[in-house]
């Protein structure tokens, strides 16, 4: 994709505001400069089309600061990221976790082709199998997505503790790599991991689920033992750890039903940390998409949603 500054000459630095622009592009970036002056302007200039904007004299001026663009930041910093879950090489779907997956309909890399193609700023590939074998997979599968794929993508799912499979995978052209269970039973693997292959490079996934009690409790081994962790103590420690770049938050009681992301989930991980969070589980279209990433809207770190119903599988067959 072209990322294009389209800059009003005659706004520029006049503080008067935004020019109204018609969208004459289609899958470019464009990005706005020239009369920025309120968060307004940024919010006109978002429904607009524009992925972007600059702001100068706004800024040192006074009559706009970055924390005054609260939801408007939110919306530019949002990325939707499709998740692929793979048995064998085919893609599978189920639902909070449970058992009685089924096929839904594809290759893996020729899905992930696709949903490039329709918009998908990253994809992640979950193998569910994780046994010693599917890891071999799981480096092949790398080295086939990055032939195809020009976005970023990351792949989990079976790795543990074994350094050289996540060295293979980066290797093979995934920009991340994701471990779970392994990092709960033992958190400095997230610090080896980092010392390995980048702490860019290395993603937390955390699966959690309501708890009795109130508030979140973190599940592994496939969301089925539960470890008496709550979500924003893991969560904190993950980023005291200093492993991961970021992490992926899936709620497993709304794992896909399609009924929308747990905000209170959302904002319970982002209180405790300020690392960028992937919020997966519950993804569909519709109204409430906006509302969800606009949660939390004071906290201005990146963060994408992530799921595959925003791309329903049954539109297509490869």
């Not at 630095?13 to 899958?27: P, S, Y």
């Not at 480096?139 to 794929?149: F, Q, Y």
């Not at 074994?162 to 995978?169: E, G, K, Q, R, S």
Request: aromatic share 6%; with cysteine.
């Amino acid at each position: 994709m072209r990322r294009f500054i389209y800059t009003s000459v005659d706004r520029d630095g006049t503080m008067a505001g935004v020019e109204t622009v018609e969208r004459f592009w289609a899958d470019e970036d464009f990005i706005y400069a020239g009369g920025v002056t309120t968060a307004d302007d940024v919010l006109r200039l978002i429904r607009s089309g524009f992925t972007g904007c600059i702001i100068g004299k706004a800024l040192y001026e006074g009559t706009v600061d970055l924390k005054s663009l609260g939801g408007a930041c939110e919306l530019l910093a949002k990325r939707v990221v499709v998740a692929l879950d793979v048995a064998g090489r085919r893609v599978v779907k189920g639902i909070r976790f449970r058992g009685g997956l089924r096929d839904a309909g594809g290759d893996p890399v020729e899905l992930a082709r696709h949903y490039e193609e329709q918009g998908a700023d990253e994809v992640v590939f979950l193998d569910i199998t994780a046994s010693r074998e599917s890891r071999e997979t799981m480096v092949a599968l790398a080295k086939a997505v990055a032939e195809v794929l020009t976005v970023p993508f990351m792949v989990g799912g079976g790795i543990g503790g074994d350094l050289v499979t996540a060295v293979n995978i980066i290797r093979s052209g995934a920009d991340k790599v994701f471990v779970n269970t392994a990092a709960v039973r033992n958190p400095e693997l997230l610090r080896d991991m980092a010392r390995t292959i980048g702490s860019s490079n290395v993603v937390c996934a955390i699966d959690a689920k309501r708890a009795g009690g109130g508030g979140y409790e973190v599940f592994v081994a496939g969301g089925t033992a539960p470890t008496g962790l709550k979500l924003e103590d893991w969560a904190r420690r993950v980023e005291d750890l200093g492993g991961a770049g970021e992490i992926m938050l899936t709620s497993i009681d709304r794992d896909g039903t399609g009924q929308g992301f747990d905000t209170g989930m959302l904002t319970a991980a982002r209180e405790a940390t300020s690392l960028p969070i992937i919020i997966s589980g519950g993804a569909r279209g519709g109204p409430w998409n906006t509302f969800s990433m606009r949660s939390g809207q004071a906290l201005t770190r990146p963060w994408g949603g992530l799921g595959l119903p925003l791309f329903p599988l049954q539109h297509w067959r490869p």
